[in-house]
Nanobody
Framework: QVQFVESGGGSVRPGESLTLSCVGS????????MYWYRQVPGKEREWVAE???????RYADSVNGRFNISRDIAKKTMFLQMDNLKPEDTAVYYC?????????WGPGTQVTVSS
């Protein structure tokens, strides 16, 4: 059974950094594209970044240059390094994996950026 669990969220001040982790299980990690999304109450879930099975990376314009997506296949873990955080980055962050072309989501982790 495919599962994802995020961790690493918290409360930080503008300009600080956080690294989120997403541990996957129940599938061959690294074989499928995986994503980070985020959601603010009352708004649609927003795509943040993705990493393909070949390791290709893409970012939303709003985070490009500040966030870095990576993975450790041996540890079955995907990461999101977030630098120079801004108040508008405040959201619940979710990881998603498209396993056998079906999307699976983690429960999310809260990131709050406030002075």
């Amino acid at each position: 059974q495919v599962q994802f669990v995020e961790s690493g969220g918290g409360s930080v001040r503008p300009g600080e950094s956080l690294t989120l982790s997403c541990v996957g299980s129940g599938f061959r990690f690294g074989w499928w594209i995986m994503y980070w999304y985020r959601q603010v109450p009352g708004k649609e879930r927003e795509w943040v970044a993705e990493i393909t099975s070949l390791g290709g990376k893409r970012y939303a314009d709003s985070v490009n240059g500040r966030f870095n997506i990576s993975r450790d296949i041996a540890k079955k873990t995907m990461f999101l390094q977030m630098d120079n955080l801004k108040p508008e980055d405040t959201a619940v962050y979710y990881c998603r994996g498209d396993i056998d072309l079906r999307p699976y989501w983690g429960p999310g982790t809260q990131v709050t950026v406030s002075s």
